[in-house]
């Protein structure tokens, strides 16, 4: 069965630094990738997705994330953190032949940023 | 175009009550799938509906339960609540259901169980 795992519960970076969230899958054909943000007391938006094409892909609020075949990840960047970004991000994975629903998600990692 | 809404925002219960949360999907999202977060167990998928009709389930008992209208509202009923039921329910729509098609997050309903 597919998994995903989000190494780190819990991330704590200063206010301009990188911002790393790292993210592994375990299908061996590639499947859908997404990175998703919560926000305290609100439900999940997505940051972004990878479905086919260019493996370095461009998100929201300037995030981005690249995906390493050879590797199986699908990690999660931005170059400057900003106090904005504090919340919890959860990858997911999807299987090609599956439905929207069947996303599983990682178990999330909480991104704190220090002043 | 208005976002996913969830009604009521918070609830509280007590055991052995039932309770019904209700979802609006974004206009023309013919999918809606319901989810259980909770801080042990993250996220978990309950069910998901795609033109009036349940296309696929989570593993959660028979109490919970719900439902597709035509206008692809949703509403998701738990009866017999228990304590352990105390969780934010998500409800997502999607566009075409499909793999490749993002989930839109509700803010979710959060039920306290007393």
């Known amino acids: 069965a597919q998994s995903v795992t989000q190494l780190g519960s819990h991330v704590s970076v200063s206010e301009g630094a990188l911002v790393l969230l790292r993210c592994n899958y375990s299908?061996?054909?590639?499947?859908?990738l997404f990175w998703y943000v919560q926000y305290p007391n609100q439900g999940l938006q997505l940051l972004l997705k990878y479905t086919t094409g260019a493996t370095l892909v461009k998100g929201i609020n300037g995030f981005e994330a690249e995906f390493k075949k050879s590797e199986t990840s699908f990690h999660l960047t931005k170059p400057s953190a900003h106090m904005s970004d504090a919340a919890e991000y959860f990858c997911?994975?999807?299987?090609?032949?599956?439905?929207?629903?069947?996303?599983?998600f990682g178990s999330g990692t909480r991104l704190s940023i220090r002043p | 175009k208005a976002g996913v809404t969830q009604t009521p925002r918070y609830l509280i219960k007590t055991r052995g009550q039932q309770v019904t949360l209700s979802c609006s999907p974004i206009s023309g999202h013919r999918s809606v799938s319901w989810y259980q977060q909770t801080p042990g167990q993250g996220l978990q998928f309950l069910f998901e509906y795609f033109s009036e009709t349940q296309r696929n389930k989570g593993n959660f008992p028979g109490r919970f339960s719900g439902r597709q209208f035509s206008n692809s509202r949703s509403e998701m009923n738990v009866s017999t609540l228990e304590l352990g039921d105390s969780a934010l329910y998500l409800c997502?729509?999607?566009?075409?259901?499909?793999?490749?098609?993002?989930?839109?997050f509700g803010n979710g309903t959060r039920l306290t169980v007393t």
């Open positions: 299908s061996s054909v590639p499947p859908y």
């Open positions: 997911a994975v999807s299987d090609l032949n599956s439905s929207a629903s069947k996303i599983i």
């Open positions: 997502a729509s999607s566009a075409t259901g499909e793999a490749n098609s993002p989930l839109h």
